[in-house]
Structures are given as C-alpha cells and as structure tokens.
C-alpha cells in the first residue's frame, strides 16, 4: 500500500499569485522521468496565464474546469485530459469544485 502525501495550500503558481482564493495539493509519486501532482481548486479560483519550462499532463477527476492554451479557449470535463505543452501560455479556472492528476515531465517542483 502506498502511503498518500497530505495536502498542502496552492496559492501561487510560477511566483504569480492564484485569483479568487486558494487551491490546494500533494505529491504522491516522482521519479528522475516525471512528478505527478493531485490538485483541486474551489469553484471560482484561477491561475494566471503563465508558461513553464515542462509539459503537464492534465486529467480531470471531477469537476469542470475552463481555461486557455495559447490564447485559445478550452474546457474540460471529468474524464477528460488536456496537454499543457512546455513554453505554451496557459491559464486554467475551476467552473465548479474541481480535482485533477497533473504529470510533468521532466520533474518540476513547482506547480503550473
């Protein structure tokens, strides 16, 4: 049985501060290839448009989240998986309470 990391706050991603209050993650596996992050934002919380310098793998567990991969609209349902290409501008909005699986790779410690 793997033992699960314990929450942290989310309150800034790539030094740029959330919008419209506080997420929340942990970190339950990394290795040399890739870190994977569980992540869930209240209703109403976004990220900034910011870029990063590794690709996330994004998949939905629940919720409905909207945002934008550079400069085009996008939304994702539970189920559903969406690309955040490494030095693509981004910016993702939680519609309702929403919790997802973000792998990037290479490792990165810092959320986006």
Known sequence: M????DWRPLTAVE??????????????LRSRQGLLFEIEYPAGVSSPE???DHDSFIYLLSGHLRGTVDGRPVELAAGETLLHPAGVPHSVTAVSDSRWLEFKAPPSDTLS
Not at 2 to 5: I, K, L
Not at 15 to 28: A, C, D, E, I
Request: avoid cysteine; hydrophobic fraction near 30%.
């Open 50 to 52: 910011h870029t990063h």
């Open 2 to 5: 793997v033992e699960q990391a």
């Open 15 to 28: 030094g740029l501060p959330l919008l419209g209050g506080t997420g929340r993650f942990r970190q339950p």
